[in-house]
């Protein structure tokens, strides 16, 4: 199955990366900087998640959902967390791997102290990758663990990785196919 993602957003360079990126993972992507008509340009039923960048205002985020919606009752949607392309990827991916349809393998995941909490059904492959934006729009990427865990409760230290200034996030990959994001 084709999934098709519409980014809408005001950074050109921005939306061009993670188009670019989204089609290389699969994905038929297409971007747009007229966020008053988005919903317009592109048929809400030819869609089936929109991520929306940091750019676009509440009032433009709440007025597109309600068209898309009312055109496509199945659309997603995902407002971008930070400019940073494998991080907005990792959104499109966990939004589609969240659908009710897919059996879940990770059951619970918690950040707090410097520590990642993940506990998953059976035994699987663990990526934890960390993003963090600094103030000067650099993006820094650590994976502090990527192995073969078994099932229960695991603690992962994040270590330096989730220190520093400006929005920090971990990605956890299950198997390749199931993605979760949390806030550091």
């Not at 068209?67 to 949607?77: E, H, S, Y």
């Not at 992962?156 to 400006?166: E, V």
Request: glycine share 8%; charged share 20%.
């Amino acid at each position: 199955m084709n999934r098709r993602v519409l980014a809408v957003g005001r950074s050109r360079r921005v939306l061009g990366k993670l188009t670019g990126a989204l089609t290389e993972a699969g994905f038929d992507a297409q971007w747009t900087r007229d966020i008053a008509a988005a919903s317009q340009r592109v048929q809400p039923a030819s869609v089936d998640l929109v991520a929306f960048g940091r750019g676009v205002g509440s009032a433009d985020r709440s007025r597109l959902r309600s068209d898309f919606l009312k055109g496509n009752a199945g659309v997603l949607f995902v407002d971008g967390l930070a400019p940073i392309t494998p991080l907005l990827v990792a959104q499109v991916e966990a939004a589609f791997s969240a659908q009710p349809q897919r059996a879940r393998v990770l059951e619970h995941l918690a950040c707090s102290d410097g520590q990642l909490t993940i506990a998953v059904r059976d035994d699987c492959d663990v990526e934890v990758t960390v993003y963090r934006l600094d103030r000067l729009y650099r993006t820094h990427t650590a994976t502090p663990v990527a192995q073969r865990v078994t099932g229960g409760s695991h603690a992962i230290p994040l270590g330096h990785q989730a220190a520093g200034r400006g929005p920090r996030f971990a990605v956890v990959r299950i198997n390749t196919t199931e993605v979760s994001i949390v806030s550091l």
